[in-house]
T-cell receptor, first 113, second 116 residues
Framework: ETGVTQTPRHLVMGMTNKKSLKCEQH?????MYWYKQSAKKPLELMFV???????ENNSVPSRFSPECPNSSHLFLHLHTLQPEDSALYLC????????????FGDGTRLSIL | GESVGLHLPTLSVQEGDNSIINCAYS??????FIWYKQESGKGPQFIID?????DKRQGQRVTVLLNKTVKHLSLQIAATQPGDSAVYFC???????????????FGSGTQLTVLP
């Protein structure tokens, strides 16, 4: 149990579908993150939220839309995805944005048909 | 260019032996480093971290060494066990492009396999 819960664990969707990924952290952290993990590539940071405010968007296509209603919950809304978007999407949280470890959930394995 | 890299993509060790996983970084401004372990089907799990004002830190069966002179980081696992088989990532905390905050930048990972 990592304290960061992601749902669903697996998702298969067509390119025209709309779906959302959910992340919830039970660690009392203030910062939350979305990462993309593709095979044999380093983790890619997508979005950062600190105290519910988006502080970074690493040039992510607009077909990915994050939402952070409070410090414990983070969503990633998906629409009109491409096959190359198939990957493991990881959520993480940390206590602040300084030199603190990030704690990860187990990810959502996304497959785009 | 700046990068966080690992010397070897795979490492095999005998059960009971010590493991050493290496990582090189090139951003001399990085002041915080983390090692993560990722098992199949799971997210990265925090193992140990170290700040740049230290050159060694020990945890339970793990030791991280930091050599700022050559920008090198290593993770040592004592008495390696089958449960240690996983991909190990190093990450450095560097300033984001805007310079307003720090973000973790990860290496590609080393697959550690423990042989019986």
């Amino acid at each position: 149990e990592t304290g960061v819960t992601q749902t669903p664990r697996h998702l298969v969707m067509g390119m025209t579908n709309k779906k959302s990924l959910k992340c919830e952290q039970h660690l009392g952290h203030n910062a939350m993150y979305w990462y993309k993990q593709s095979a044999k590539k380093p983790l890619e940071l997508m979005f950062v939220y600190n105290f519910k405010e988006q502080t970074e968007n690493n040039s992510v296509p607009s077909r990915f839309s994050p939402e952070c209603p409070n410090s414990s919950h983070l969503f990633l809304h998906l629409h009109t995805l491409q096959p190359e978007d198939s990957a493991l999407y990881l959520c993480a949280s940390s206590q602040g944005r300084g030199n603190q470890p990030q704690h990860f959930g187990d990810g959502t394995r996304l497959s785009i048909l | 260019g700046e990068s966080v890299g690992l010397h070897l993509p795979t490492l095999s060790v005998q059960e009971g032996d010590n493991s050493i996983i290496n990582c090189a970084y090139s951003n001399s401004a990085s002041d915080y480093f983390i090692w993560y372990k990722q098992e199949s089907g799971k997210g990265p799990q925090f193992i140990i971290d170290i700040r740049s004002n230290m050159d060694k830190r020990q945890g339970q069966r793990v030791t991280v060494l930091l050599n700022k002179t050559v920008k090198h980081l290593s993770l040592q696992i004592a008495a390696t066990q089958p449960g240690d088989s996983a991909v190990y990532f190093c990450a450095e905390n560097r300033l984001s492009w805007g310079g307003s905050a720090r973000q973790l930048t990860f290496g590609s990972g080393t697959q550690l396999t423990v042989l019986p």
